[in-house]
């Protein structure tokens, strides 16, 4: 594989682009590409994006944008982590019926008609989005196309890494020239011989498909990295991190999701986590008593002594593999500016990915020539 400067960058594109999590995993596949333009609506993220890449997202809503609005960049490679609420119980599993799949379907609706189409695909969602209606209609407007698809389902814990972030990943590369009506055929029927596979098609091993093939070349790492080496013990004394007694003995009948630094794994942190929802929205850390395991149920009022504190945006952000500036001689590390709130930096962190498992696929997957 050779992405030396004698080749041109690969052009891409990043939709529904938050903090950037797609952005800076190209930049760790190091694979020779750039972004020229990202769209997402949310301003704070889109302020986080600028601080970082200097380059002002696009915020009208992708739902309407239109054809010159993607032409114009003649990009060749698409970077995509639509919305998830459709595919979860929490938005009710509405699917192509939800508002908020509208940016994704719209897209999908103008991609074969675009003057300058991608050669190349990455999308991210939620577990379940494999399910769904969005997907199947992915598949068949990029199969239709002439893209060869991989889809899998992979969590960074198959990387070494102690954070459980089970996501689907769809990688898609152009193969066949339907301009020609025998391949447009021929993949058509192909196809639909794939969706007939349904969820059989999705791969749930690292490493899959070409990055199988690339034995020797694809680290398993099946080593897990200590959590320990995420913590950093000087937010333990930060006050606004530290969960309240009032919201822990509210909460009667649940079991806490706490772990030590000695733990193996974290689970998903999403966009409630550092909320007063505790339950469900990612792993609180204990920094007391030690020898003591409780997980709260039926008696929160036990929990009170262990020092139970929200991971800081720092530690989070880490889990999930983003540059940061004293890490990293990378040019874009991620650095929050100062007018975020520390829940407003976790929110957008929930809502992101895990840099590290985007570029194992960017670099194993979409490109691996
Ligand atoms: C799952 S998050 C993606 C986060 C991103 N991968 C990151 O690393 O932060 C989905 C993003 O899509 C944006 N979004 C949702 N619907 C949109 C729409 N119709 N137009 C533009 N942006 C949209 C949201 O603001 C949110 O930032």
């Given at each position: 594989m050779d992405h030396s400067d004698t080749k041109k960058s690969i052009v891409c594109l990043e939709f529904?682009?938050?903090?950037g999590g797609l952005h800076y995993g190209l930049q760790e596949s190091g694979i020779h590409g750039h972004v020229v333009m990202s769209f997402d609506m949310n301003e704070n993220a889109n302020s986080v994006y600028e601080y970082n890449f200097k380059m002002r997202p696009?915020?009208?809503?992708?739902?309407?944008?239109?054809?010159v609005d993607i032409d114009t960049?003649?990009?060749t490679c698409w970077l995509l982590s639509p919305p998830c609420q459709p595919y979860t119980r929490g938005g009710k599993?509405?699917?192509?019926?939800?508002?908020?799949?509208r940016g994704l379907i719209h897209l999908l609706g103008l991609l074969p008609k675009l003057k300058h189409k991608p050669t190349h695909l990455l999308l991210e969602n939620v577990m379940n989005f494999e399910n769904s209606r969005s997907r199947s209609l992915l598949v068949e407007t990029l199969g239709n196309m002439g893209f060869k698809i991989y889809e899998c389902l992979l969590s960074p814990v198959q990387a070494g890494i102690p954070n459980n972030r089970l996501r689907y990943y769809l990688v898609a590369v152009k193969t066949d020239d339907t301009t020609n009506a025998a391949v447009a055929n021929e993949c058509k029927r192909r196809t639909e011989e794939y969706l007939q596979r349904g969820r059989d098609?999705?791969?749930?091993?690292?490493?899959?498909g070409p990055a199988a093939d690339q034995s020797s070349a694809?680290?398993?790492?099946t080593a897990t990295i200590p959590l320990e080496s995420y913590i950093?013990?000087?937010?333990?004394?930060?006050?606004?991190l530290y969960v309240s007694a009032a919201d822990i003995v509210k909460r009667k009948n649940f079991e806490f999701d706490i772990v030590q630094p000695s733990s193996e794994r974290t689970s998903t942190f999403t966009k409630?986590?550092?909320?007063?929802?505790?339950?469900?929205?990612g792993s609180l850390l204990q920094t007391k008593h030690m020898d003591v395991r409780e997980n709260?149920?039926?008696?929160?009022?036990?929990?009170?002594?262990?020092g139970l504190r929200f991971f800081s945006p720092k530690e989070v952000a880490l889990l999930h593999h983003f540059p940061l500036g004293s890490q990293t001689n990378k040019p874009y590390v991620l650095e929050f500016p100062e007018n975020l709130t520390q829940r407003q930096q976790l929110q957008l962190l929930g809502n992101s990915l895990n840099v590290h498992m985007v570029a194992l696929l960017i670099k194993h997957v979409l490109f691996t020539n």
């Open positions: 529904f682009s938050g903090i696009n915020n009208k809503a992708i739902d309407y944008l239109e054809p960049y003649q990009a599993y509405l699917d192509d019926e939800d508002p908020r799949a098609a999705v791969f749930t091993e690292w490493p899959f694809v680290a398993k790492d950093d013990h000087t937010f333990d004394g930060v006050a606004s409630a986590y550092g909320s007063k929802h505790l339950i469900g929205a709260g149920f039926g008696a929160p009022e036990k929990l009170l002594d262990l």
